[in-house]
């Protein structure tokens, strides 16, 4: 056999490769050429056009509180793992209508799409039903488990393919939604159900070809009545959990006239005595034909009439007028229309006739109608061949899991009132009664199931109050409620008069989300004033029709008042001092107001000075600081906005022309008074000045000390202070704050400062931290003490205590003292408040340090420092002439004394007292003996307190040492 020769490719036939390769690349790459990426936050009204398509989502897409429009033909592509959620956490809008020639596609942005390859469309949160129309939804299901899931909304899905979903076509979660007509194929689910409220409107869709058709996991059930499952005798299998589907569609609907509702009831019911009855409701009037056959699929009767609505009963007879005999039969619904000759898909069911039943018949309400709110009489009738017992129930829902008795009894009812019944609260969209009557031959159960029209919302508007002023910012109130039934709309709006000046109407919805821009019927725009507006709903099949209550909306096209009176324009300021601002900033619907400043008379942007929620009428807005303020030309903004977003602007420009005092700092910030050290302050000055200093009490704020220094230059320049009165007296230990007065010698009238007399700016809140505790070897016993460090990062007071393990303070070391910043060192000698020993756990408790004012002095003397103080032996039997040394060591000179206290608590005495005693190492041995020279009386633990003063008297250390005596 010869092999096959190869085959040399031709110039075209490498070009046609090289092209096909391309086309394939292009089509497999993200973004395709041409496309628009989306992605993120649409929270404006947005329109994707066809112009713009394809549409390629690169990170998921949310719309909230905006409307997403998206025209005829256009293409939306997902990228993997993404998706378009409307609403979550607030409202938002889809407005996808194609055309059957145009549809809208969303689809995965893949070459070769499979099922799973992106997240779905998601309708959260839309009070106005979103709306999809001729859209194809493809091969998603991954994360959000569907095509296409709606949450808490009414959204309106006709003529669309939902169809290749790895998981759900469709997932319905306490929704409102509206499918109809659409084609949901193809998918594990056809349309699953994960919670209920009674409002989902199913019907009209063809559901085939998926694994499951419908999928329900709750209690309730599911109404899926009125659709077409690839059969004429309806679902066969696919179907799981609680459904109803009888009727069903025996054929497939090919356009969007067909029934609304279609029933009998009672359904069984005993041929010659009752009857059943056949319902069903059309969108427009038309001749329709109820045909019965028997097993054998032998017309045995056919029933006609003509109108929008059916209600004929069927008297067990055939068309000899003799009653059939037992059995199951088989109804069909089919109709054409008046105008246009429309042919709508029959509606197919089943009933059974059993002779043997009594009669259980309910005539009014009537099957699937529309009632409003109200208290109504139940009719009908139940008897049977003697006095039987029968019970008259309701319950939620097409098929309710449970009931509740309405009326029971034993006397025959026969066309007449079997009870009455009040449905002023509605508390769901379906209720169902049930009538049975029991025989020994069997029992008759007739099942009615009605629907209640109501609000089932709140009334909102949002924003309230609105400014329909055409600036952009709440030019529209938003109107919104939701029914229990899809209902044509007409709100209408009403002036303070009661005379109606706008009529608004939006067609067949659940929800009804409307924007009112302030005009009336004729397109005039309405004056400022409440306006109230009610909501008009018109069930369309029944014609019921139910008015909310009226609610209030605010136009508000009023400009707030916003006044400056001081400063007045152009104003020269020569001093530093705060300017007052006087004016009004004030609006019936008040927002906030701010007040704002810029350099230059035409600043590039404003700074935030202040902003309030507070009418302010004629009097003070807000005090400025400006010291530390640059001299120069400001200009000054109050803007004052209103709740319906009306804003009033006034600028007021003012000149600067002070003398500017800037970086002030004070080093040391600690000096002790008795020594030699002087508080350095510098400073800079914007000009020459005379300048004074002026020292105050921290605490009183008593002023202390007066310094001036004449003609000090622009520049930087520096005033000492040495912690002394003028008259070189020693003021009360405390922190110091000073101010810093400039004048012009030129011209008196100009001045700078820094700081004020009475209210002096606080210096920053300080706060501690590297706390440590050393308790290495710790045993006051042995006259060895804590130490305590920590650092404090800002001047201060702190206040440092020992606590034990209740939290309850043994030992105050630390009450409100002051503390420079830097690193600190306290020594806890084991003892408690009262001198006597602690025993068991502590803790070191910090307390919250308090801010002192800006640049603080701290006047602190240095206390005489004693190191190294013990007691050896610190165990001693003076009777055996055993003494205890007492050694310590002095920083500096000091006056000493060194006293006892025996184990009672009771003062022994002084062994000496006020000793001045050089700076160095010290011993002094104490025998156990008294300052008497007697030999002490008591056995135990003698305190020893050495207490060292500082000679001038300004400050005092105390340290404490024990020591056993032992006879």
Known sequence: ??????????????????????????????????????????????????????????????????????????????????????????????????????PITFTPNNAAPAPGQWQGIVIADSPESSILEYCIIQYAGDWNNANLRIGSSGATVRHCTIRRSSKAGVTLGNSAAILEYNMITENTDGVVFESFNGKDQLRGNTIVGNTTAVRNSQGYTADMRLNWWGSVDGPTSGI??????????????????????????????NPSTAVTTFFGTLPEAATWTVTIRDAANTVVRTLTGTGASVAVDWNGRNTANVVVPNGVYTYELAATSTVGAKVAPPARGQVTANASLPIANITSPIQDKVYTPQAFSITGTATGTAAQPWRLEYGFGYAPTSWSLIKSGTTPVTNGVLASFSVTVPFTTVYTLRLTVTTAAGQAVEQVSFRMLYFASGIFDTPDPFSPNGDGQKDAVTLETQASIPSNWTTTIKNSAGTVVRTLTIPLSYGLRQKWDGKNNAGVLQPTGAYTYLFTIKEPISGATLTSAATTTSLDNTLPTAAITAPIENKVFLTDAPIAFTGSATDTNLDTWKLEYGLGTAPASFTLITTSFTKIAATTLYSLNIQGWNPGVYTFRLTVTDRAGNVSIILRHVTLDHIKVSNVSVTPSTIDPYGTQNAVIQYTLGKTANVTLRVYNGTTKALTRTITTAGQPAGVNTMAWNGKTATNTIPALDAYYFTLEAIDPTNVNRKGSYNYATTP?????????????????FDPYKNMRVKISY?????????????????????????????????????????????????????????????APLNSIFLIPSPPQVTSFSAEAYVIQPAQAEVSTLSYTLNRDAKVTLSLTDPNGSAVGALFSNLLQTAGPHTFEWNGRNAAGRMVAVEGDYKVTLTTTDPNAASSGTYMGTVTVYK
């Not at 067909?258 to 019911?269: E, H, L, R, T, Y």
């Not at 606080?762 to 440590?772: C, D, E, I, M, N």
Request: glycine share 10%.
């Open 761 to 777: 700016v606080v210096g920053p809140v300080p706060s501690t931290f590297s706390q440590t505790a050393d308790s290495t070897n």
């Open 791 to 851: 650092n404090i990062n800002y001047p201060g007071r702190l206040t440092l205590l020992i606590q034990n393990s209740t939290s309850v303070t043994v030992r105050t070391l630390l009450n409100n003292a002051l503390q420079p910043a830097g690193n600190q060192v306290e020594w806890w000698d084991g003892r408690k408040d009262d001198g006597k020993f602690f025993q068991g756990s502590f803790n070191i408790y910090y307390g919250v340090p308090v801010a």
């Open 240 to 269: 799981v959990g609680n459904v109803k589907t009888e009727p069903w569609l025996s054929q497939q609907p090919t356009g969007d006239f067909g029934w609304v509702s279609a029933a009998n009831s009672p359904d069984p019911f």
């Open 1 to 102: 056999m010869r092999g096959s020769r190869p085959q040399r490719l031709s110039n075209t036939s490498i070009c046609s490769l090289i092209f096909a390769f391309l086309c394939v690349f292009l089509l497999s790459s993200a973004p395709a050429f041409g496309a628009t990426n989306v992605s993120g936050l649409i929270n404006a009204d947005t329109t994707w056009t066809l112009a713009g398509s394809p549409y390629v989502v690169t990170s998921s897409v949310t719309v909230r509180g905006a409307t997403l429009t998206i025209e005829p033909g256009v293409e939306v592509r997902f990228n993997a793992g993404t998706s378009l959620t409307i609403g979550f956490a607030s409202p938002g809008h889809l407005k996808a209508q194609g055309t059957s020639a145009a």
